[in-house]
Nanobody, 123 residues
Framework: QVQLVESGGGLVQAGGSLRLSCAAS????????MGWFRQAPGKEREFVAA????????YYADSVEGRFTVSRDNTKNTMYLQMNSLEPEDTAVYYC????????????????WGQGTQVTVSS
């Protein structure tokens, strides 16, 4: 089992920044990659970004490319999402997830999920 705990959400004005954190514990050695997903009211959960744990290779949705940066600290078993130039359309509950699969863009391939953290961007 892997436990994931997100933090760092909140309310920010458009154009502002937030940094989300996701702390992993438990059997983390089985983790191949970790990702961030988000879900806005009435919408499906969508991929935001992912990072391969060993190599640090990163992947982004087109909608956040150039504005968001995913990173990890192996010594702390923690993943981060730096979000800059936030837009009202970024408002959602953000979830971190862990997977042993190579299908990083698909939510159903992730085995473990955090509880989510709310990000609200006001215009």
């Amino acid at each position: 089992q892997v436990q994931l705990v997100e933090s760092g959400g909140g309310l920010v004005q458009a154009g502002g920044s937030l940094r989300l954190s996701c702390a992993a514990s438990g059997r983390t050695f089985r983790t191949y990659a970790m990702g961030w997903f988000r879900q806005a009211p009435g919408k499906e959960r969508e991929f935001v970004a992912a990072i391969r744990w060993s190599s640090g290779s990163t992947y982004y949705a087109d909608s956040v490319e150039g504005r968001f940066t995913v990173s990890r600290d192996n010594t702390k078993n923690t993943m981060y999402l730096q979000m800059n130039s936030l837009e009202p359309e970024d408002t959602a509950v953000y979830y971190c997830a862990a997977t042993g699969s190579t299908y990083l863009y698909i939510a159903s391939w992730y085995d473990y999920w955090g509880q989510g953290t709310q990000v609200t961007v006001s215009s």
